[in-house]
């Protein structure tokens, strides 16, 4: 099946009250994980690449390989950029076969980032391709996506940006952050606001960045085989549900593969020290992905079943 716009499961995630996960993609293990995920799970998939994943694997390389996992697949599956910093890398994206796009100008002042996203929005539309925005910042550090204190998106001003700019989804600011470092204390999202914004735009879909929910037993593994992880928290699975239950349509995850592949390949390097064929790690931790992805789509997205 040939990539697809993110348009229909979108429509459905918002009258069946689920999200579609959005899982970062940087080689081939991670590709074949979700995918295999995907399809155990009959569920619909999107694969982000973020500017850093285009540097690493090249976007010829990323695109060939997801290529050749739909090969393979009958599932609706979305290739979309993640955090475009600028009108060049979506444009190289939607010449690139990219069907969904995304111009990161939540930095901006309002008006800069209007107008961005509209000139992102005329070139994507003019081609058949999506196109996602952000307003609101998150807290949390990543590369190119800098914050340090979180501004809440503004409900009134995210109605105008919308219809403004022409975006077809949009990130909000209600808690978040990226990373593995979300919450000192209790985690807690604002869905009085995400509430508020879904009730002034109806039938709109809402996408939440950094929701990760940075499995302990990730952590644990991690620290027990000679990593150092101190101090991680994500955002429980039972807030993520109720977003997803919500207007949020889309639920970005990369820590958490981050986590489930290291924790795997330290554990697999400390029980095996005499192994050193790449093949005997990079099997368990492409399995780890599967299984932790599985896991969010049954679980916490309510996606399976929907493709
Ligand atoms: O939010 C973005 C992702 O976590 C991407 O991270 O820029 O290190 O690939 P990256
Ligand atoms: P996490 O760091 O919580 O996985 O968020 C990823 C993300 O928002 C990618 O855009
Ligand atoms: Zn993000």
Not at 154 to 179: K, M, W
Not at 184 to 190: F, P, Q, V
Not at 255 to 271: F, G
């Amino acid at each position: 099946m040939p990539l697809t716009s993110p348009r229909n499961m979108f429509d459905r995630a918002l009258k069946e009250g689920f999200a579609v996960g959005a899982f970062n993609v940087n080689n081939m293990e991670i590709i074949q994980g979700i995918l295999q995920a995907g399809a155990e799970e009959d569920a619909p998939v999107i694969l982000q690449v973020s500017a850093g994943a285009r540097k690493y694997a090249g976007q010829n390389y990323i695109v060939r390989l997801v290529e050749a996992g739909l090969m393979e697949s009958d599932l609706p599956v979305v290739l979309h950029l993640d955090h475009g910093a600028d009108f060049e890398i979506c444009r190289d994206c939607v010449d690139g076969g990219f069907t969904s796009v995304m111009i990161d100008g939540s930095h901006l002042p309002f008006e800069e980032n209007i107008a961005l996203t509209r000139r992102v929005v005329d070139y994507a539309h003019e081609r058949g391709v999506w196109v996602e925005a952000e307003l609101g910042r998150l807290a949390g550090v990543e590369e190119d996506v800098h914050a340090e204190h979180s501004v809440y998106t503004d409900p009134d001003q995210a109605v105008e940006f919308v219809r403004r700019s022409g975006c077809d989804s949009l990130a909000v600011a209600i808690g978040t952050s990226h990373g593995a470092y979300k919450f000192k204390g209790e985690a807690k999202l604002d869905f009085d606001r995400l509430k508020t914004i879904g009730d002034l735009l109806p039938g709109y879909p809402l996408v939440l960045h950094g929701a990760s929910s940075v499995p302990q037993e990730f952590v644990r593994a991690c620290n027990e085989y000679g990593g150092h992880v101190a101090g991680a928290a994500g955002v429980p699975e039972d807030l993520l549900r109720k977003a997803a239950s919500m207007a949020v349509c889309k639920i970005n995850i990369d820590t958490d593969i981050r986590l489930a592949i290291t924790a795997s390949i330290r554990k697999a390097l400390a029980e095996h020290p005499e192994e050193f064929d790449p093949r005997a790690y990079l099997k368990p931790a492409r399995e780890a992905v599967r299984n932790m992805v599985r896991h969010k789509m049954r679980a916490v997205l309510g996606c399976s079943g929907k493709a």
